[in-house]
C-alpha cells in the first residue's frame, strides 16, 4: 500500500456510515489521483477549471468529478459534459448557465448551494435568505436541466472549535430549514457537503454527510 492509500484507507474507516468521502485532488498529479481510484475511491473534488480539463482525460470515465471552486460563468462549458456535481452554486446568474450548458449535452446537472455561514468576509456564498428569495423565484422554477442536492459550505478558519460547530450548526438549520419548506417530497435534496481535514469530525457531528477531504489523504500541496 502506498502513503495516499493507507491515508485513504484510515480516513474510510474514521468515517460514519452514510457519508460519502470526496477526495480533494487539486494541485496533485494524476499519478497520486489513480492511486486513490485503485484503493476504491470514486469521488474526486477540483477547484480549478483548467487542471480539471487536464485531468480528467487521462483518469478513468467512472469517476466522479465534484466541482467545488468557484466557477466562472464562462467556463461551465468545459466541464458540462462529464462533471458530476457542482458544489459551489453561488448565484442564479451562475445557475442559469450551468442549465444551459446541461441542456446543451442533453444532461441533467446536479449542484449544491454554497452558503455562507463563515463568521469572516469572503466573496463567494449566499446568505441563507438570498437561497429563500432564489427558490421562490420564477426564473429558478424555470431550470429543467439543474437539480438541487443540497447545501455545501466552510466553516471560519479558525482554531476555535465551538466557533466551527457553529457554522456548522448553522449549516443543518439552513439545510432542514429548506428541506422542511420546499424539498420535504423531494428525495434527491439530501446532501449536506461540509467538514475538511481539520475539521470533519466536528462536521459529521453537526450532520454533515459529505465530507471534502484533500490533505489528510494526499499530503500538502505543492503550489
Ligand atoms: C481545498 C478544499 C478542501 C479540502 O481541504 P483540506 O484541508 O486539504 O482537506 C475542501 N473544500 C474546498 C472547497 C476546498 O477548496
Known amino acids: 500500500m502506498t502513503p495516499i492509500q493507507s491515508n485513504l484507507t484510515e ?29 476504491g475511491l470514486r469521488d474526486f473534488g477540483e477547484n480549478i477549471v483548467q487542471e480539471l480539463r487536464t ?10 468529478w465534484h466541482f467545488i471552486g468557484h466557477l466562472q460563468t464562462n467556463k461551465v462549458k468545459y466541464i458540462a459534459p462529464y462533471v458530476s456535481l457542482i458544489q459551489s452554486v453561488d448565484s442564479l446568474k451562475l445557475l442559469t448557465e ?8 442533453n444532461r441533467t446537472i446536479d449542484y449544491l448551494l454554497q452558503i455562507h455561514v463563515a463568521q469572516e468576509e469572503t466573496k463567494f456564498g449566499f446568505l441563507p435568505s438570498e437561497c429563500d428569495e432564489m427558490i421562490k423565484s ?12 443540497g447545501v455545501m459550505c466552510m466553516a471560519t478558519n479558525t482554531d476555535d472549535e465551538q466557533r466551527i460547530l457553529s457554522d456548522f450548526e448553522r ?14 417530497n423531494n428525495p434527491e435534496f439530501n446532501i449536506r457537503s461540509y467538514g475538511m481535514s481539520d475539521d470533519y469530525p466536528l462536521a ?7 465530507v471534502r477531504i484533500g490533505t489528510r489523504i494526499f499530503g500538502p500541496r505543492q503550489y
Not at 12 to 35: I, M
Not at 55 to 64: E, G, H, S, T, V
Not at 204 to 210: F, G, R, V
Open 98 to 105: 450551468i442549465n444551459r450548458q446541461a441542456s446543451l449535452h
Open 138 to 149: 420564477e426564473s429558478w422554477r424555470s431550470l429543467h436541466n439543474v437539480r438541487l442536492r
Open 55 to 64: 485531468k480528467q482525460p487521462q483518469l478513468p470515465a467512472d469517476i466522479r
Open 204 to 210: 459529521i457531528a453537526q450532520h454533515s454527510n459529505m
Open 171 to 184: 449549516a443543518y438549520q439552513f439545510f432542514t430549514h429548506l428541506k422542511q419548506e420546499y424539498f420535504s
Open 11 to 39: 480516513v474510510l474507516h474514521s468515517l460514519n456510515p452514510g457519508v460519502t468521502l470526496v477526495g480533494v485532488s487539486k494541485y496533485h498529479p494524476v499519478e497520486d489521483l489513480q492511486q486513490a481510484y485503485d484503493a
